[in-house]
């Protein structure tokens, strides 16, 4: 089943690489709607006059406008205008900017990171869920992607904050079997269990995670092509 799902995602997410230079996948790979950006956004030219007659104060910073500048209730905004003008910027700046352009060696790199959950399903489907061979050559395919991509200078914010994502996730190989059942889960349970004994309140978080923790990581290894 998780074949059938990861086949055409990945066909697709090729073509995107390879045929329409669409950069490094991110993910989620298409941008949340900011409504409140979009809203504001047909009251630009009426906003920028509306900034000049806005009040800072000396001490806070704090942005007020006057009453008699605001727009009507319906189409009213109530952040900031310097606030609005941000996220207004930064979501023009996602769909507007063009992926940073990837050399051969980059666009095999991504191609391998795309193609990985595959090569993890074929090598399940032949040595066994078990076998230590789909976490090592998944990580190998990972590690090899991530250390050429993280080479590129990326030109984009989006870019930049998915190689940042990319490399916390390396940290979830700690949690993926065969290695989290031979070393990861005693060490794992022993500091939650230290942590809830010895400090005050953190019992309230580790004790729930410690019961909750073998079952995450059951559905977790599953899933997480």
């Not at 950069?23 to 298409?30: D, E």
């Not at 729930?208 to 990581?217: G, I, R, S």
Request: charged letters at 25%; hydrophobic letters at 40%.
């Amino acid at each position: 089943m998780f074949v059938l799902i990861f086949i055409p995602r990945t066909i697709f997410r090729l073509v995107l690489l390879l045929w329409y230079k669409s950069g490094i996948q991110t993910s989620p790979p298409i941008i949340p709607l900011d409504r409140s950006a979009e809203l504001g956004g047909e009251d630009d030219s009426n906003e920028e006059q509306q900034d000049d007659t806005c009040f800072v104060g000396q001490r806070s910073g704090r942005v007020i406008r006057p009453l008699g500048s605001g727009p009507s209730p319906q189409a009213r905004l109530w952040g900031a205008p310097s606030q609005q003008k941000k996220r207004r910027s930064s979501l023009k700046e996602k769909l507007h900017s063009k992926p940073t352009p990837l050399g051969l060696q980059e666009t095999i790199a991504e191609s391998v990171y795309i193609g990985r959950p595959l090569v993890h399903l074929l090598c399940l489907g032949l040595c066994g869920k078990q076998s230590w061979k789909p976490w090592l050559v998944s990580g190998v395919l990972e590690l090899s992607s991530f250390a050429v991509l993280n080479d590129t200078k990326f030109q984009n914010r989006w870019e930049r904050a998915e190689m940042r994502r990319r490399t916390f996730l390396l940290l979830y190989y700690l949690l993926r079997s065969p290695f989290y059942d031979k070393y990861s889960e005693e060490k794992i349970l022993f500091l939650l269990r230290l942590l809830a004994d010895h400090v005050p309140g953190i019992g309230l978080i580790a004790r729930p995670l410690m019961d909750y923790l073998p079952t995450w990581q059951r559905i977790y290894f599953y899933n997480w092509g």
